[in-house]
């Protein structure tokens, strides 16, 4: 059964927001879904080594150093890449897609301040 309490259920309504006025403005709710989805891939990997790094290994302040630098090159590096590939290959609406992913972010770090 999932623990539907670590979802990040702001992040599902700033998409959700995102969606519901571009749909009304005529855009096509697709573009910010997409955008969206990037904001959620970055949670996942964000969360991916949040988790690899809680294992309970004793690591070196230095190799946790590079592990978060590869984290945020990671990250910078698939949302750039999925962005790209939204707006020149899918020819979405950028307005749209951006919007998507800025809310979607903004409710990332809303989830994460709640957690706190």
Do not use: C
């Amino acid at each position: 059964m999932p623990k539907f309490d670590k979802w990040p259920k702001i992040q599902f309504l700033g998409i959700i927001i995102a969606t519901i006025y571009f749909f009304n403005k005529g855009y096509g709710i697709v573009p910010a879904i997409y955008g969206g989805m990037i904001s959620l891939v970055n949670t996942f990997i964000i969360s991916r080594h949040i988790k690899r790094q809680k294992t309970g290994i004793s690591i070196t302040a230095q190799a946790s150093v590079v592990m978060m630098a590869l984290s945020v090159m990671m990250r910078i590096a698939t949302v750039a890449a999925l962005v790209l590939i939204g707006l020149m290959v899918l020819n979405y609406d950028a307005e749209a897609l951006i919007a998507g992913l800025v809310l979607g972010q903004i409710g990332f770090l809303l989830d994460k301040v709640k957690q706190i």
